[in-house]
């Protein structure tokens, strides 16, 4: 048994590449469930809605999962809300957020009867409410309150400090619950934030939960009674040697601040669900060592798995079947004409061509980032569930990949 690859084994990765080619996504149903039971069971007894992070994979069989397990679902665009429906989700249990709604993507979310409107600026509240008195609706919101905190994580994936874009200035947010009090087709039922990804210490979520609590204890006095209070997602997982905290214990941390408040509690997570369960699974294509550095060229590249490339992240890439060799330090790269094609640098493997690799922890922002990028056709996807292996997509046909493009006439 090779342990570096759990919760895969050898002989199913071997035949999933026999079978759907590579490069491919495989996913852990039982992981994700246990993912979602670590959360779902952390809270039990406590009024709580876990809405899953669409963006860190939407692929429909995860989102079917998710819905049968009575998650929600956190979702940033129209797409993603098809997506939900698509798969079986509730829109009541739907938290719309986002910088950039669009009118038509307000005006969908209401039809469907969203849970919540997480709004992010002054404007977008004016516009929630002409939409919805349009539709003779009353839209439930929360405001996204930026609590001005250090996530301590990779800056392109910080968003809760005052520099960022997101969220409403923590300053500006009992002027504006104000003013959404008087907006006849609103109806105020929540606060959020969301402070960052990939966070690894409990502390900036505790920082955010005291800023965004006394918040809530100054709206409650002025007669502004809130049902929920969404503290987004953010939790990390381990890819290498990060020790992110027990979900329990990020669970309990919370718990404690929040008191004997009667707030529902809302979580976004997206990489804590799914990061751990999936990998993407590679063959290496030739080996090409050198004088300055040794380069393995496998089938997978920056546009099936984009972390590497755009935040320098570190993914394991573990040999499906070590090989009995002297390790040699390679640079795992793709095929795509860049330098910065690489998912791993400085990796001790023994290897040879025609070897398959797992890419490890690729099961949040990997398909859910992958491009066409060098028109390379998207990988397939597949799920082990009770020891079977189910495809939920296939590769992407090459064709598919100008199917709406016209030429120009003659
Ligand atoms: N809620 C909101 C409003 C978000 O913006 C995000 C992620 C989440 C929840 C879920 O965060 P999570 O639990 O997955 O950390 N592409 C980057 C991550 C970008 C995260 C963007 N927002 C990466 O590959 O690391």
């Known amino acids: 048994m090779n342990a570096a690859l759990l919760p895969f084994d050898a002989a199913t990765l071997v035949m999933i590449a026999d079978q759907y080619g590579t490069p491919c996504y495989v996913y852990d ?3 994700l469930a246990r993912n979602y039971r670590a959360f779902d069971d952390a809270l039990h007894g406590k009024p709580h809605q876990i809405c899953y992070a669409v963006k860190a994979n939407p692929s429909l069989a995860i989102l079917q999962l998710f819905a049968g397990f009575g998650a929600g679902f956190d979702i940033v665009s129209m797409g993603e809300l098809q997506r939900v429906l698509a798969a079986g989700g509730k829109a009541s249990q739907i938290v719309f957020s986002g910088v950039g709604k669009r009118e038509d993507e307000i005006v969908f979310a209401l039809q469907q009867g969203i849970g919540c409107f997480n709004v992010e600026s002054e404007p977008e509240l004016y516009r929630i409410n002409r939409l919805a008195a349009d539709l003779g609706l009353r ?14 994580t990779h800056p392109y994936i910080s968003t809760g400090l005052k520099e960022n874009k997101f969220g409403i200035p923590h300053e ?9 009090a008087s907006l006849p087709s609103l109806e105020t039922i929540g606060i959020d934030c969301h402070i960052g990804s990939q966070l690894t210490e409990i502390t900036p979520f505790v920082d955010a939960l005291d800023r965004i609590l006394r918040l809530v204890d100054a709206l409650a006095d002025e007669g502004i009674v809130l049902r929920h209070l969404d503290l987004g997602g953010g939790l990390g997982i381990r890819y290498h040697e990060e020790t992110p905290p027990p979900v329990v214990n990020y669970v309990a941390a919370i718990q404690q601040k929040l008191g004997q ?6 979580l976004e997570p997206g990489r804590a669900l799914v990061g751990n369960a999936g990998i993407l699974l590679t063959r290496v294509e030739y080996l090409k060592p050198g004088l300055e550095k040794n380069f393995a060229i496998v089938d997978a590249a920056m546009n099936d798995l984009m972390r590497p490339a755009l935040y320098e992240a570190w993914h394991a890439i573990v040999p499906v079947h070590p090989r009995d060799a002297v390790p040699v330090v390679w640079q795992v790269v793709g095929p795509v004409c860049e330098t910065g094609d690489f998912l791993g ?3 001790q493997l023994a290897l040879a061509e025609g070897d398959l690799l797992a ?14 990028y060098n028109s390379r056709p998207r990988a397939a996807e597949v799920m082990l569930r009770d020891g079977e292996v189910v495809p939920i997509r296939q590769r992407e046909q090459i064709h598919a990949l100008w199917r709406d493009e016209r030429l120009l006439p003659d």
């Open 29 to 31: 149903a039982e992981t």
């Open 139 to 152: 839209a439930p919101i929360s405001l996204r309150v930026n609590p001005d905190v250090d996530a301590g």
């Open 172 to 180: 500006d947010a009992l002027r504006l619950y104000r003013l959404a």
């Open 261 to 266: 408040r009667s707030l529902t509690l809302l």
């Open 345 to 347: 640098h400085d990796r």
């Open 359 to 372: 890419i490890k922890s690729a099961g949040a922002y990997g398909m859910s980032m992958s491009s066409n």
